[in-house]
Structure formats: structure tokens, C-alpha cells
């Protein structure tokens, strides 16, 4: 009983599915046919009125309403229609149409439930009718097996014969002529009737044995497709219900395979003739739905002997299903590949079900091929087909990848992912060029050989060489720059830019594979070269940016295997003295560090029109950087400072060395005059150095290494040791860099700080030069002792003494003299600013510590010689500041 009831639900729910839109199609050309009489018949009168204004004895022209609506036309007069009268006709057709009431939802609800329903549920319970009729019998006593058998049989014939030849019956066949849905539903039921018939006649009474019980199951079938020419769906499930049924009545199972496959092959290929003949989709795909659920029970029965039957059905069901359902041209509102796909995806997905069922034989590899193919030919046939090849790839990924995790390293298992790689990399390739579905074949033909490539990386476990991995990431490679160089004449695909970077890092893939460790950072580089060239070529901005992607990359492997470099550079910032010991040795770091980076460099300056100026400034950056690391790293080998003692003895003179030597070079490249390419890279380039060199002024000689607070020997003489030389030198350099930034357009804001600068460290270098002169070549207030640093007791204080204190005074006295005298010598504010106030603070220093510490006539003589100095030079300094006023008060005259 359920599972008639089931029956009945299916043919309800495929008979509203199919007529839903014919009958949708068949309500709309009836509107549309009498809308265009409306509109023919409104233009008609419209035109006639027209006409009557314009004549004075007009014509009556009438259209004949017994002709057919097509022929209704207006008619035809002597002078045309005058236009203000056309466009009212064809506005107010318009107002009409628009004003015409759409069919409400409660209407086609009711149309639904009361005039559709309950015929297919008549013909349902007529099916009940027939079950309760043979139980009634059984329950009486009425009949026997035979009898009852024959009695449902003849029921069934007999609703059969209504839907037949009912509308025959006098006064009665009124009832099937007025709704033909009567008919189709009692031929339903007697369909259904007689398959019960045959399952009760066989399974409970063992009236029929298994090819009686076939040949009757086949029979009725046969009936109901021939009955459904006349009366629709309903039948043909019933049918189909039936015919999928009979091998389950009949006792076929996995002791039969043979004969269920080839029955089902056969009722199948019915299936399929009768969807195409009456245009029936749903049919197709409901007969591939039924086989597929035949054949996947197959799989999980023990069918080893009969595999190959069955894989070859899977595969000719697949054909055959995408086949019909080409041929029906219903899609029902999807996208024609993916509803024309099914059969195909369901054929390959029970493929990749059985291939493990029989170990991944040749013959399973031959069925998956072969579906491979025709899914090609597809989308080779009809290019909206294309996304069916696309599916059948990454089915062929599962397939290769169940082969090769299932029964670990077999090289058996090469040959299928080779074969696949070379079909669909090779349709990818051919149909790459195509207007419509060229990206995703080239994207099919980028995926083949890259993905069999991957799976066999991953899933082979082969125990291959180094070199053979590299040969074969090679092959593939070259496949994929054959596809960007058939692709880089479409513009804008992004096929060829994809292609451009699978070929990029399969190659540097192969060469990290051939050649040692060591050589990691230079063959990115390298790519970056190609693409960088192939980016020239192409005028590709993507492209450009792989470039810059491969030659970053390049840089943060040579920092990687320069990572004792980085070491060094946190250990000096954290104040360690015994660098040297953080470094490694120079051979290594040739290869390491110093060729990529100069490689980066040579990149970014050959590329740098093809690169934007922020990628080819990054590149610049990077090469420059670890330029300048590998000769740090040979500069300091020349002293190699390794104890606390020989960074007493030599560490000041090598770490001035350093930043002069970063100074100089800045200095140099600021003073240059480069060409228009180079200037804005030189220029760059010239104030970073400068900001690294003042940076380590600040950071090591100001703060953290000071020879004031650190002990360093600085040298014996008192105005050319170290520290002098090196705090009178940094000076210089801020005041020549303070007159480069005061040339340059956009550095004008760092002017005022450098001028500043190089007098703050004016003023540093005379305090060193003072504290030299007393105590000679330790300045620190503080030294620990090299032998024993740990020993607080070891530790030497030294202090400030008066006479230093007053040297400190004279000193800063002469140089705010100085400044002074320059700065009216050449008319420099900032000069003469500067003076002043230092000469400010020193008369401070002198009369409030200097002066407390003299007595007598010495503090009667400094007193007179600073107040006779100071005055002097106020008079001196009035007196210019009136000369230039009275040169700027003629100036303004003028």
C-alpha cells in the first residue's frame, strides 16, 4: 500500500511539473490573442473616425469577425492615418494591456486544488480500490491464488480499456471528452494495478517463476510507454516505476548481473527514445536516476567477476543520458550545462566507486577515460558545455588521487595521471584561444598538469631524486609558458598572467631542486629577471607584480641564510662590544648575501621603467641593504674587535670609521648631479645613508657607546685625537647636508634641523677636546676593569677638576666668539643667533660656578676681562645690526 501511494505522490508531482509550463505557455497565446483582437479592433475604430472627420462621405469599412484574429487588420484606406490619431490608438492599446488584470495566486490555488487534485487522487484511489478488492478477496475465501490473480489483472485491464475507449460510451464518455486528465489518470492507475498483479502473481503465491515473471513485467511496461503517447506522464512513471521494479519482482541480484545489466540496458535505452520522442527531460534524467541506483547497489554486492559489465553500463548510461537530454531541449530554468551534466557527473562519480572495488584495474581506468573524452567533445561540440569538461578534471583529481593513497607507491598508477595531465592539458592548450570559453580551457589546460603534479608530490610517496622531481617540474613548466605565450596576445585574460606565474615557480621549483642550498636566494632573482622581461614584452601591469612578488622573495631568503647578520645587528643595538663573534665567515656569504643583492639591484635599475617607482624603490632598498651588510661584514674583518680589551684599544676608531665612511658616501651621492632616471633613486639612496650615519652618531657616540661613559682610547693628542677629529668632522657633515637639503625642492624642512644639529655637535666636540686635554686618552667618567668586569671593585671614578671646568668656560667662550664673528662676516642669523646665546649661558657658567670658585685679584681679573669682552662685543654687534638696517631701509626706498 505505501508503496502505491508513494507511486501516486510521483506521478502527481511530475505531471504538475511538466504541464505547469505548458500550461503557463498555452494561457499566455491565448491573452496575447485577444489582446491583439482588442487592439486591431480599438485601432480599427480609431482610424474610421479619422477618417470620417478628414472625408465628407467616408467609406464603412468592417473587419469580419468570423476570421481569424492574425487576419484582422486596419483597413485600408486611400490616405494614410494621420500620426496625432496613431499615437493615441497605440497609447491607449498600451493603457489597455497595461490595465488588463494578471491571474491572482488565490485563483490559480483554486484552479490547483479543484480542478487538478482530485482527478489524480481519483485515479490513486482507483488503485486502492484494486489492492482492497484482491484483500477482500483473500480475507472471504472468495478465490483462490489464481483466481484473486486474475481478477486484479482484469481490473487493471479494465481501467486500462476506460481510458481507451471510454469517451465511446453513450452520455457517459461526455465525462472523459470534457477533461482528458480523467482518462490519463484511470490508465495510470491499471498500469499500477497490473504491476501489483505481477509482484503478488510472483513473490506471494509463486504462481510465475523468474522469466515468466520478466516477460510479464516487460510487457506491462512496453503498455504503459505505449499508452503514455496517449496519455502523458502519469503513465510513463508508472512505467518506469514498473520497468525499474522488474528486476527486483523477478529475484535478479548479484548472482545475475549479466542479465539485470542488460535488461536495464535495454529498458533504459527505451527510456531514453521515449524522452526524446516526446520531449520529456524529466524522463531522462528519472530513467539515469533509476539506473543509478541499480548500479550503485551493484557496487556494494560482491561483483568481481562481473565488474567490467558493470563499469561499461556506467559509462554508456552517462553518454546515453547527456545525449537525450540534448536532444529533449528542456532545461527547466538551469543552466544547460549543469542539467545536461548529470548523467556525465554520475557516471564518473560510480566510476570513482568501483576503480577501488577492483583495485584500480586497466579496465576501470579505460571507462574513466573514455567519459573523459566525451565530456572534451562536449564542450569541443558546444562551448557552454565547457564547465562539463572542467568537472570531469576534477573528478579525474579524485580518481588519481584514490589510486595513489590507496596502495601506497605504485608506478602502475603513473600512467593514468600522466594521461589525464596530457588529455586535458593538451584540449586546454587547443581550445584556449576560443572567443567564449577560452579562460576556462586554458585554466583546464593550466590545472591538468599542475594538479597531477601536485597529487603526485603529495599522495605518491615515489623515492625519486632530486633530480628527476626537478626534470619533471620543468616538463610541466614549459607546458605552462606555452600556454601564457599562445595567451598574452588576448588582452586583459587573466589565463596568460596565471600561466606566466605556474611557469615562474615550477622553474624556480626545478632549479632549488638542482642546484645546492646555498644558491636558494639567487634563483628567485633570476625568475624575477624572466619575469620581468615577459612583463616588457607583454606590457602586463600583473606581471609586474609577480616580479616584484619573486624578487622580494629573492631578498627574504638571503636574509634567511644571512640570519647571522641579523643576529649581529640586534647584539649591537643591544650595546655588545665583541661583534665579531656574531658574524660568519665571508666565503659563504658571497653566494648568500652579496650576489642577490646586487642581483636586486641591478634589477630594479635595468627594470625600472617596466616596475612602478614604489616596487622598483622596494627592490632598490632590499639589494642596497644587503649590499652594504656583506661590506660591513668585510670591514669588519680588518680589525676583527673580538675581547673587551681590543674594543677598548680599537672600537672608537673602527665605529668613526663606519659613519664617516656612510657620510661620505651619502655626501657624494647627494652632490652629484645624476641623470633624470637616476636622479630620484640617488637621491633616495644618498639621504638614507645620511639618516644611518647620524643615526649611529646619536644612537652609539651620543648614547649608548659614548667614549664620556664607556672607556675607549681616543688618542693621546690634544686636538687630533678620535674624538675631536670625529665630533668637529660629524659637524661639518650636518652643515654640508643642511646646504644640500637647502638646494633640494622637497628637503627644505630639514634645514634648520641640520644647521642646528652641527652646532649642538660644534659644541659636543669642544667639551671632548677639553676633557681630552686633562685626562688624555680615556674620557670616561667611569672604567671597568677588561680583566675582571664583573669586580665592582675594579671600577676607577674619575671627576671633574676647577681647572677643567674653566677650560670648559674659555673653550665655549672662543667658540661663541667665533660663531659671532662669522656669522657678521657673513651676514648668517642663525650664526649670530647661536653665539649669543652661547655666549648667554657661559657668562652664567662663569659667574655663578666659575667666579664662586676664585678669589682675590683672580676673580677681580676674570670679572674685568669678561665685562671688557662683553662689551666689546655688544658694541661690535650694535653696530652691524645698524649697518644692515640702514642697508635694508635704502633697499625699500629703491
Not at 596530457?422 to 567564449?436: C, P, S
Not at 665592582?792 to 661663541?816: P, Q
Not at 662689551?871 to 629703491?894: L, N, P, Q
Request: with cysteine; net charge neutral; aromatic share 10%.
Amino acid at each position: 500500500m505505501l508503496f502505491l501511494l508513494f507511486c501516486g505522490f510521483i506521478v502527481l508531482a511530475v505531471l504538475i511539473f511538466d504541464s505547469r509550463k505548458n500550461i503557463r505557455l498555452l494561457r499566455t497565446q491565448i491573452e496575447n490573442l485577444e489582446h491583439s483582437l482588442e487592439i486591431a479592433t480599438r485601432s480599427d475604430d480609431l482610424a474610421a473616425a479619422a477618417n470620417r472627420r478628414a472625408q465628407p462621405a467616408p467609406a464603412t469599412i468592417r473587419a469580419k469577425r468570423s476570421e481569424p484574429a492574425e487576419s484582422i487588420a486596419a483597413p485600408p484606406t486611400d490616405e494614410p492615418i494621420p500620426e496625432p490619431v496613431a499615437r493615441e490608438a497605440a497609447a491607449e492599446a498600451r493603457t489597455s494591456e497595461a490595465s488588463r488584470p494578471a491571474v491572482s495566486a488565490s485563483k490559480r490555488f483554486e484552479d490547483l486544488i479543484g480542478g487538478k487534485l482530485p482527478i489524480w487522487i481519483g485515479g490513486v484511489a482507483l488503485v486502492f480500490a484494486g489492492f482492497f478488492l484482491v484483500r477482500f478477496s483473500i480475507e472471504a475465501g472468495l478465490f483462490g491464488p489464481a483466481a484473486r490473480c486474475l481478477t486484479a489483472a482484469m481490473f487493471g485491464l479494465l481501467l486500462i480499456g476506460l481510458a481507451e475507449f471510454g469517451n465511446r460510451i453513450p452520455r457517459f464518455g461526455a465525462i472523459f471528452t470534457d477533461d482528458l486528465r480523467i482518462g490519463h489518470s484511470i490508465a495510470g492507475a491499471g498500469i499500477a494495478v497490473l504491476y501489483a498483479t505481477l509482484y503478488m502473481a510472483s513473490e506471494l503465491y509463486g504462481l510465475f517463476g523468474l522469466t515468466a515473471s520478466l516477460v510479464g513485467v516487460i510487457a506491462v511496461t512496453i503498455l504503459a510507454f505505449i499508452l503514455s503517447r496517449k496519455h502523458g506522464p502519469p503513465t510513463a512513471i508508472m512505467g518506469l516505476l514498473g520497468g525499474f521494479a522488474a528486476p527486483y519482482v523477478a529475484g535478479l541480484g548479484p548472482e545475475s548481473v549479466a542479465p539485470l545489466v542488460i535488461y536495464l540496458g535495454v529498458f533504459t535505452a527505451g527510456l531514453f527514445g521515449l524522452a526524446i520522442h516526446r520531449g520529456w527531460a524529466w524522463l531522462a534524467l528519472l530513467a539515469t536516476g533509476g539506473s543509478v541506483i541499480w548500479t550503485s547497489a551493484l557496487l556494494f554486492m560482491d561483483i568481481a567477476e562481473d565488474s567490467s559489465i558493470v563499469g561499461l553500463f556506467i559509462m554508456l548510461l552517462a553518454i546515453g543520458g547527456v545525449l537525450t537530454l540534448s536532444r529533449t531541449g528542456q532545461n527547466y530554468g538551469l543552466p544547460k550545462s549543469a542539467i545536461r551534466s548529470i548523467p556525465l557527473v554520475a557516471g564518473l562519480v560510480q566510476l570513482i566507486m568501483l576503480a577501488p572495488l577492483i583495485q584500480f584495474s586497466p579496465v576501470s581506468w579505460l571507462f574513466f577515460a573514455v567519459l573523459a573524452v566525451f565530456a572534451i567533445a562536449l564542450g569541443w561540440r558546444d562551448e557552454e558545455m565547457t564547465p562539463a569538461a572542467a568537472g570531469a578534471l576534477g573528478l579525474a583529481f579524485a580518481m588519481v588521487g584514490a589510486a595513489l593513497s590507496d596502495y601506497g607507491p605504485d608506478h602502475g598508477d603513473l600512467l593514468p595521471a600522466i594521461g589525464f595531465a596530457i588529455l586535458f592539458g593538451l584540449a586546454g592548450h587547443i581550445f584556449a584561444l576560443r572567443e567564449k570559453s577560452g579562460r576556462m580551457w586554458g585554466l583546464i589546460g593550466l590545472a591538468a598538469p599542475v594538479g597531477m603534479l601536485v597529487l603526485t608530490a603529495l599522495l605518491g610517496r615515489f623515492d625519486w631524486s632530486e633530480n628527476i622531481w626537478g626534470a619533471v617540474c620543468s616538463v610541466v613548466a614549459a607546458t605552462a609558458a606555452i600556454m601564457a605565450w599562445r595567451t598574452h596576445l588576448i588582452m586583459k585574460s587573466p589565463v596568460m598572467p596565471l600561466a606566466s606565474a605556474i611557469t615562474a615557480i615550477l622553474l624556480a621549483a626545478a632549479l632549488w631542486l638542482w642546484t645546492p642550498d646555498r644558491l636558494a636566494a639567487i634563483i628567485p632573482v633570476a625568475v624575477a629577471f624572466g619575469l620581468a622581461a615577459w612583463a616588457r614584452h607583454c606590457d602586463n601591469r600583473t606581471l609586474a607584480l609577480q616580479t616584484f612578488a619573486a624578487a622580494m622573495t629573492g631578498g627574504l631568503i638571503a636574509a634567511v641564510l644571512s640570519v647571522e647578520m641579523i643576529s649581529a645587528l640586534f647584539a649591537s643595538l643591544a650595546g655588545e662590544t665583541d661583534l665579531y663573534s656574531y658574524l660568519p665567515a665571508v666565503g659563504p656569504m658571497i653566494v648568500k648575501l652579496l650576489i642577490p643583492s646586487f642581483a636586486l639591484v641591478a634589477l630594479a635599475g635595468i627594470f625600472g621603467g617596466t616596475l612602478d617607482k614604489r616596487s622598483s624603490a622596494a627592490i632598490a632598498a632590499a639589494g642596497v641593504i644587503g649590499t652594504g651588510s656583506f661590506a660591513y661584514l668585510l670591514l669588519k674583518q680588518i680589525l676583527a674587535i673580538g675581547p673587551i680589551d681590543q674594543f677598548m684599544q680599537f672600537g672608537f676608531a673602527e665605529r668613526i670609521t663606519f659613519t664617516h665612511l656612510l657620510a661620505l658616501a651619502g655626501w657624494l651621492l647627494l652632490r652629484r648631479t645624476w641623470p633624470a632616471d637616476w636622479a630620484d633613486a640617488a637621491t633616495k639612496l644618498g639621504w638614507a645613508l645620511v639618516g644611518v650615519a647620524l643615526f649611529r652618531f646619536v644612537y652609539f657616540d651620543l648614547m649608548l657607546l659614548s667614549p664620556t661613559s664607556v672607556y675607549q682610547a681616543v688618542g693621546p693628542a690634544p686636538f687630533a685625537n678620535l674624538a675631536t677629529l670625529h665630533y668637529f668632522g660629524t659637524a661639518i657633515w650636518l652643515w654640508l647636508f643642511a646646504s644640500s637639503a637647502a638646494s633640494g625642492d622637497r628637503a627644505n624642512k630639514w634645514v634648520r634641523p641640520l644647521e642646528i644639529g652641527s652646532l649642538l655637535t660644534t659644541i659636543a666636540a669642544v667639551l671632548v677636546t677639553v676633557r681630552q686635554a686633562v685626562h688624555g686618552t680615556n674620557l670616561a667618567t667611569v672604567m671597568i676593569s677588561a680583566s675582571d668586569p664583573d669586580d665592582l671593585m675594579n671600577i676607577d671614578r674619575f671627576g671633574y677638576t676647577t681647572t677643567e671646568t674653566y677650560l670648559y668656560s674659555a673653550g665655549l667662550l672662543l667658540l661663541a666668539i667665533a660663531w659671532l664673528a662669522r656669522g657678521i662676516q657673513t651676514s648668517n642669523a642663525m650664526l649670530r643667533i647661536a653665539g649669543l646665546l652661547l655666549l648667554t649661558l657661559v657668562t652664567f657658567k662663569v659667574f655663578l660656578v666659575d667666579a664662586a670658585q676664585l678669589e682675590g685679584v683672580l676673580r677681580i681679573l676674570s670679572f674685568l676681562g669678561l665685562g671688557i669682552a662683553l662689551i666689546g662685543i655688544g658694541w661690535i654687534y650694535g653696530k652691524i645690526m645698524r649697518r644692515e638696517a640702514h642697508v635694508e631701509d635704502e633697499a625699500s626706498v629703491a
